[in-house]
T-cell receptor, first 114, second 116 residues
Framework: NAGVTQTPKFQVLKTGQSMTLQCAQDMNHEYMSWYRQDPGMGLRLIHYSVGAGITDQGEVPNGYNVSRSTTEDFPLRLLSAAPSQTSVYFC?????????????FGEGSRLTVL | AQTVTQSQPEMSVQEAETVTLSCTYD???????LFWYKQPPSRQMILVIR??????QNATENRFSVNFQKAAKSFSLKISDSQLGDTAMYFC?????????????FGTGTRLTVIP
């Protein structure tokens, strides 16, 4: 059972470069989201989607872009990487109202911006 | 805005003993959900337990139970008969009563180490 798959697991970027973090889930979940985890700050919501073609901003959306063209995939794009975006990124999916707050997480992607 | 506070950055417990992790939160909502999530060293986070604020009964899942004090806005997690596999980062989280998206507010986490 794959669940939520994130790639890459590790990435080093230079300031100003762009990249895409991939996220795919095989559980037919409608809801997907991206969080970042920073030391001493817990997880913060970047963007989320409640279905294909629908996305919205979370708590810390600046510098990131998302799209949801299929139910399975929810990529996160860094438009012009900055050192402040050094973090561990987690993608999550969920069933939605049937199981409130029950998120299934990927293993995370550690991004370092130099 | 919602805030979730975990005041214990690190804790340790002897194997087979009981440990309680603390969490407080602040909200103006009257109905909401509270959660404890576990993040083992492998980093994949999993849901441990969920509490609905409109339920007075404390949630229990096997060795995991909560003490939910709504008036005090307190939500602690008790782990009984601690096992080595309980070693992990534990996050307390808050969610408004379902508003069309499963968006959670997380605390900063408590790192728990179970000592053999």
């Amino acid at each position: 059972n794959a669940g939520v798959t994130q790639t890459p697991k590790f990435q080093v970027l230079k300031t100003g470069q762009s990249m895409t973090l991939q996220c795919a889930q095989d559980m037919n979940h409608e809801y997907m989201s991206w969080y970042r985890q920073d030391p001493g700050m817990g997880l913060r919501l970047i963007h989320y989607s409640v279905g294909a073609g629908i996305t919205d901003q979370g708590e810390v959306p600046n510098g990131y872009n998302v799209s949801r063209s299929t139910t399975e995939d929810f990529p996160l794009r860094l438009l012009s990487a900055a050192p402040s975006q050094t973090s561990v990124y987690f993608c999550a999916s969920s069933l939605g109202p049937d199981r409130p707050g029950e998120l299934f997480f990927g293993e995370g992607s550690r991004l370092t911006v130099l | 805005a919602q805030t979730v506070t975990q005041s214990q950055p690190e804790m340790s417990v002897q194997e087979a003993e009981t440990v309680t992790l603390s969490c407080t939160y602040d909200t103006s909502e009257s109905n909401y959900y509270l959660f404890w999530y576990k993040q083992p060293p492998s980093r994949q986070m999993i849901l441990v337990i969920r509490q609905e604020a409109y339920k007075q009964q404390n949630a229990t899942e096997n060795r995991f139970s909560v003490n939910f004090q709504k008036a005090a806005k307190s939500f602690s997690l008790k782990i009984s008969d601690s096992q080595l596999g309980d070693t992990a980062m534990y996050f307390c989280a808050f969610m408004k009563l379902f508003t069309g998206a499963n968006n959670l507010f997380f605390g900063t986490g408590t790192r728990l180490t179970v000592i053999p």
